[in-house]
């Protein structure tokens, strides 16, 4: 009854599998080998972008930091949203790659085309001595567990665009929203307007790997640069591709996120027939809800894991409802979760 991360969850078998076969031998190190050959057609194929440019880092900081460096200069802010992961839980490092500072777009979980426009129109208005007009990044799916849909994000890429500013989504969960939506990765980025993606594989069945896809080809040599220079280029660097390659095989992509979209559903049904109060509607693999106390302390007894959000189980006062985070990977056996919604 595991629900604290899809970062918790384990390595997919078939990951394990090619991790193995990717162990024999000889490769050529930083990149250059035969595997990311392959990755790179893999991700311009799935993407429908021949031309775009596509990188692999380990972490999903690293990739989210380095891809708004490349897109920003040091004078400049990023639009982000106020619970946006590079805001809440990546320690600053966007601002320290980039030397630019975060803009927060005022608003909920999602940021709305007429906010952004408000806070773009707040800025380049101190001349020399104020933050210019930077990136715009979009988190998909958001830390809430909203999905943008394609008419929200092309409204969004619209705004960026009429001020003629790149747009950057934190894919983390990128797959996770693309089955939400039943739609093309295309679709979901260059075709409404976003120029580069962190491609997200960590929280969906990798061990740990990002790809950073770049549609305006011009940007790839700063961002290989950055990435040297930041230390996120790996020696050894098959590991990272045969994860990728194993993940886009077979759509294990797909298969996995769809499990994991199935896997919360069956909880959020649960929870909703149990009397949960949701505190956004879950549209993918997360959902925020809250219960009493007491219920809180019943399942946590009985070896449940999962995050209070903003509160904790000290207190007296038993029917006090509490705020909770449950996330689902592929990994959740239906059973189990049975198990947790039969206690609750």
């Not at 930091?65 to 619970?83: D, G, I, K, N, R």
């Not at 992509?253 to 956004?280: E, V, Y």
Request: charged content about 20%; hydrophobic content about 40%; proline content about 5%.
């Amino acid at each position: 009854m595991h629900f604290a991360s899809d970062n918790s969850g384990p390595v997919h078998p078939e990951v394990l599998t090619a991790l193995a076969e990717a162990n024999q031998g000889y490769q050529m190190a930083y990149g250059a080998d035969t595997l990311m050959n392959e990755v790179r057609d893999q991700v311009r194929g799935i993407f429908e972008a021949p031309g775009a440019a596509v990188y692999l880092v380990a972490t999903g900081t690293a990739a989210n930091s380095l891809a708004l460096a490349t897109l920003s200069q040091p004078w400049e802010t990023v639009f982000c949203s106020p619970v946006a992961h590079i805001h809440e839980d990546e320690c600053n490092a966007p601002e320290f790659y980039s030397g630019a500072k975060l803009t927060l777009v005022p608003g909920g979980d999602k940021m709305s085309p007429e906010a952004l426009r408000l806070s773009i129109e707040g800025e380049e208005t101190r001349g020399v001595h104020g933050p210019q007009r930077g990136p715009v990044s979009i988190t998909q799916v958001t830390e809430r567990g909203s999905v943008y849909t394609l008419c929200e994000l092309q409204a969004l890429c619209r705004v960026a665009k009429d001020y003629d500013l790149p747009v950057h989504m934190d894919g983390a969960r990128f797959t996770n929203a693309l089955v939400a939506l039943n739609c093309s990765p295309a679709e979901m980025t260059w075709k409404a307007g976003v120029d580069a993606v962190s491609f997200g594989g960590t929280k969906n069945g990798l061990m740990g790997v990002e790809a950073v896809v770049f549609f305006d080809e011009s940007k790839a040599w700063e961002f290989e640069l950055r990435r040297k220079r930041g230390a996120h280029l790996f020696s050894k660097h098959r590991f990272l591709s045969a994860q990728m390659a194993a993940y886009l095989k077979d759509d294990l992509w797909l298969r996995s996120a769809r499990q994991a979209n199935a896997n919360c559903a069956q909880l959020a049904n649960g929870l909703r027939a149990a009397g949960a109060t949701f505190l956004h509607e879950p549209q993918a693999n997360m959902i925020f809800a809250s219960f009493p106390r007491s219920l809180h302390r019943k399942l946590h007894d009985a070896g449940a894991v999962y995050h209070l959000w903003g509160d904790t189980l000290e207190g007296t006062d038993e029917d006090e409802m509490l705020a909770c985070r449950f996330v689902c990977d592929w990994s959740n056996p239906p059973e189990q979760i049975e198990q947790f919604l039969s206690l609750l």
